[in-house]
Antibody, heavy 117, light 110 residues
Framework: EVQLVESGGGLVQPGGSLRLSCAAS????????MTWVRQAPGKGLEWVSV???????YYADSVGGRFTIARDNSKNTLYLQMNSLRAEDTAIYFC???????????WGQGTTVTVSS | QSVLTQPPSVSAAPGQKVTVSCSGS????????VSWYQQFPGTAPKLLIY???KRPSGIPDRFSGSKSGTSATLDITGLQTGDEADYYC???????????FGGGTKLTVL
């Protein structure tokens, strides 16, 4: 079964760091475009970042320089390293297969990040 | 402020048809494929339409999409109460080098 399962969310203080994981099954992360999308409480979807090929990554301006997308091919897992977290980063974070010029056809269930003191 | 513009809400009676619009520009909708996503409260988004007008396996043909110039449209016919959800359009913006979404449209089936 094709599936994505996120983990790593939680409560963190402003300025802190968190690493989200997205474990894939039923397909190979390394040969697919992979995307992070977030949704703040009561708000719409916001694109965060996409990775494809080894060094091709893009970031939303709101997270550029603070977030890093990466993948571990041996673990078939996608990551989002989040540093210098702000209150406005509070959201549910979804990982998805696809992105860039491809549709996002498989989504994880999401993991919640709360940035608060 | 979303790059793509959608109406905040639409409504119609069961059995009727509703149209959700999505307006963009030449750097996004005008030159890239549009996808539509359906999201029920508390759940992950689900791909509904891709490449402007294609349906993934399992999506009923009551859902259809189209694109003209810098705008896209999602049509839902034979409305059912189970269609009540938020609908988002999305694409890539070649100038921003970002993925972009509309602000979302809440569908109410009266």
């Amino acid at each position: 079964e094709v599936q994505l399962v996120e983990s790593g969310g939680g409560l963190v203080q402003p300025g802190g760091s968190l690493r989200l994981s997205c474990a894939a099954s039923g397909f190979t992360v390394s040969t697919n475009y992979m995307t992070w999308v977030r949704q703040a409480p009561g708000k719409g979807l916001e694109w965060v970042s996409v990775i494809y090929r080894v060094s091709s990554t893009y970031y939303a301006d709101s997270v550029g320089g603070r977030f890093t997308i990466a993948r571990d091919n041996s673990k078939n897992t996608l990551y989002l390293q989040m540093n210098s977290l702000r209150a406005e980063d509070t959201a549910i974070y979804f990982c998805a297969r696809g992105g860039h010029l491809l549709p996002m056809d498989v989504w994880g269930q999401g993991t919640t990040v709360t940035v608060s003191s | 402020q979303s790059v793509l513009t959608q109406p905040p809400s639409v409504s119609a009676a069961p059995g009727q048809k509703v149209t959700v619009s999505c307006s963009g520009s030449s750097s996004n909708i005008g030159n890239n494929y549009v996808s539509w996503y359906q999201q029920f409260p508390g759940t992950a988004p689900k791909l509904l339409i891709y490449d402007n007008n294609k349906r993934p396996s399992g999506i009923p043909d009551r859902f259809s999409g189209s694109k003209s110039g810098t705008s896209a449209t999602l049509d839902i016919t034979g409305l059912q109460t189970g269609d009540e959800a938020d609908y988002y359009c999305g694409t890539w913006d070649s100038d921003l080098s970002d993925g972009v979404f509309g602000g979302g449209t809440k569908l109410t089936v009266l």
